[in-house]
């Protein structure tokens, strides 16, 4: 069965430093990444996704970037941190049928101080 | 864009009895698919149901049931005899068949708190 992985769960960072979340599944090939985030009281932005390795698409400008170095790990990253960044982050899959729901990871709580 | 609207922030049901939690969406696009995804405490979110445009039968999942009313762009989840653990955040999403570019993702809407008293 397919499984995703995804951490760290916690993160406090100050403002300024580097981030980096990485995500990664497994049980699946080819699966279709995406980075999303969710302030608190609201619902999930999409940020990134990926088709494929080295494939990433933005949806969102902003201070963060994605890569996708193998074909089933997707990593979240920023230079430089602002307070805004702050909230949950949650990476998910899906198979590239437009039917196939998608499956999430258990998120990463990214705290800005 | 589409949106997805959810009207209710918050709602509150007690034990064995039933709610419903309402969805609206905006779309010019006449095939397309409609999830609800659970998202408890521990923040992972669990899909719940879906629902392909093109079926008129509403989708069920044991408890879990929609009204999908497409005419509307209504997509209504219904609860029946509600537990402890149905108590969560639930988003409604959409998803276009043809943004196949980006990668078939989601819009989701704000979601519904769901409170279960005993």
């Known amino acids: 069965s397919q499984t995703i992985h995804q951490w760290p769960a916690t993160l406090v960072q100050p403002v300024g430093s580097p981030l980096s979340l990485e995500c990664t599944v497994e049980g699946t090939s080819n699966p279709n990444l995406y980075w999303y985030r969710q302030a608190a009281g609201r619902g999930l932005q999409l940020l990134f996704y990926s088709v494929g390795i080295g494939q990433i698409s933005s949806e969102v400008p902003q201070n963060l970037s994605a890569s996708r170095p193998q074909d089933r790990q997707f990593i979240l990253s920023s230079k430089k941190l602002l307070l805004s960044d702050s909230g949950f982050y949650l990476c998910?899959?899906?198979?590239?049928?437009?039917?196939?729901?998608?499956?999430f990871g258990d998120g990463t709580r990214l705290s800005i101080l | 864009a589409q949106t997805v609207t959810q009207s209710q922030p918050e709602m509150s049901v007690q034990e064995a009895e039933t709610v419903t939690l309402s969805c609206t969406y905006d779309?010019?696009?006449?095939?397309?698919?409609l999830f609800w995804y659970k998202q408890p405490p521990s923040r992972q979110m669990i899909l719940v149901i879906r629902?392909?445009?093109?079926?008129?039968q509403n989708a069920t999942e044991n408890r879990f049931s929609v009204n999908f009313q497409k005419a509307a762009k209504s997509f209504s989840l219904k609860i029946s005899d509600s537990q402890l653990g149905d108590a969560a955040m639930y988003f409604c999403a959409y998803r276009n068949l043809l943004n196949s570019n980006s990668g078939y993702a989601l819009n989701f809407g704000k979601g519904t708190s769901l409170l279960v008293t005993p």
């Open positions: 998910a899959w899906s198979l590239g049928a437009v039917n196939q729901p998608q499956h």
């Open positions: 629902q392909e445009a093109y079926k008129q």
């Open positions: 779309t010019s696009e006449s095939d397309y698919y």
